[in-house]
């Protein structure tokens, strides 16, 4: 490590308010609360933002403490390379990792896919989320974005086919996925993929509990099936492919743009599809996941589109339609 006594660190929890609530099979929110650190050297300042998850036990003070926590390391000019060996993958990483690639790309004068030595990201479309809640009103909340080529749906178990049903009616040309968010059980497993694969959706994600998915190996799965909270980052890959056709990767859950990138490498090679997946946050958060996206056959990157307010110099949405980040928001 070379030494950069001038790099400053600086971290704090922020609130973002969600346009109206976001519920899934675990529950629903109304706030979005995001982790930002701050990386600056030479006047020059990098970002990073992060979403802890309280599924993994994170939690915004626990994770902006594990953020400062490194505030030694990173002035004596600790860099991505090392910080992957420093901390766990998990959400106070990834805002760290992200801040350090922005700065890098600062400090540099260029692009951050150059200095990765990445194609330029292009724009994609997004899935857009509907939120759990009984069939009727996430089929009227449907109705009103039939018009988006790529919707994500929350299921929640019980009554599930009812749900995917009337969603499929009130948008019959939209291509659907769907996200149970662990709340299937083996019994009820083959109902729900028959009721997914006659409503013709694409993709099913996290059906069962992490770790208690290998019913997954022994049915026919009519609808390719995606893992979320079963895989993490490169070190979880293993094992999956007998139950998973496609890997959800986020950068959360990754700890970060660095590992993200590798892991999408190793998991093409193994045969997996690939999604990019987002919490719900600003736009700060979905910027570095664009380079992912590139090779993304899933593309899940809506959550400044579900706030009430995005932060200043965010992505740009047309529609369904994402598009880079300008170099003001990051990278």
Excluded at 125 to 131: E, F, K, L, M, R
Excluded at 231 to 255: E, F
Excluded at 280 to 303: C, E, H, K
């Amino acid at each position: 490590m070379t030494s950069s006594p001038s790099r400053a660190l600086s971290a704090g929890i922020e609130r973002w308010p969600i346009a109206g609530s976001f519920t899934i099979s675990r529950g629903a929110k109304t706030e979005a609360l995001t982790v930002v650190a701050e990386i600056s050297q030479h006047g020059l300042t990098g970002r990073g933002e992060c979403v802890p998850y309280p599924r993994y036990g994170e939690t915004p003070e626990a994770t902006l403490a594990a953020i400062q926590a490194m505030q030694g390391p990173l002035a004596a000019g600790m860099d991505r390379t090392a910080l992957q060996a420093a901390m766990p993958a998990g959400a106070a990483r990834n805002a760290l990792d992200c801040a350090l690639s922005d700065l890098e790309a600062k400090v540099a004068g260029q692009r951050i896919w150059n200095l990765l030595g990445r194609p330029a990201p292009v724009p994609c479309t997004t899935a857009y989320t509907i939120s759990l809640a009984v069939p009727e009103a996430m089929a009227e909340a449907t109705a009103k974005v039939a018009h988006r080529p790529l919707l994500k749906i929350k299921l929640g178990g019980h009554d599930d086919g009812a749900r995917i049903a009337a969603v499929r009616k009130a948008a019959p040309t939209s291509e659907l996925i769907v996200d149970a968010n662990e709340a299937w059980t083996e019994a009820d497993l083959a109902a729900n993929f028959r009721a997914c694969a006659d409503a013709g959706v694409t993709l099913i994600e996290q059906p069962l509990p992490a770790g208690k998915d290998d019913a997954l190996s022994r049915i026919e799965r009519p609808v390719a099936v995606c893992a979320d909270e079963s895989v993490h980052d490169r070190a979880s890959l293993a094992g999956l492919r007998d139950r998973y056709d496609a890997v959800n990767i986020k950068l959360d859950k990754t700890g970060g743009l660095t590992e993200a990138l590798a892991m999408a490498d190793a998991a093409r090679a193994l045969g997996f599809e690939i999604m990019i997946g987002c919490m719900v946050a600003t736009s700060l958060s979905m910027a570095p996941a664009m380079l992912i996206a590139q090779a993304a056959r899933f593309v899940d990157l809506d959550g400044p589109l579900l706030l009430a307010r995005d932060r200043d110099n965010g992505l740009r949405y047309d529609g369904s339609l994402v598009y880079p980040p300008d170099a003001a928001l990051w990278g």
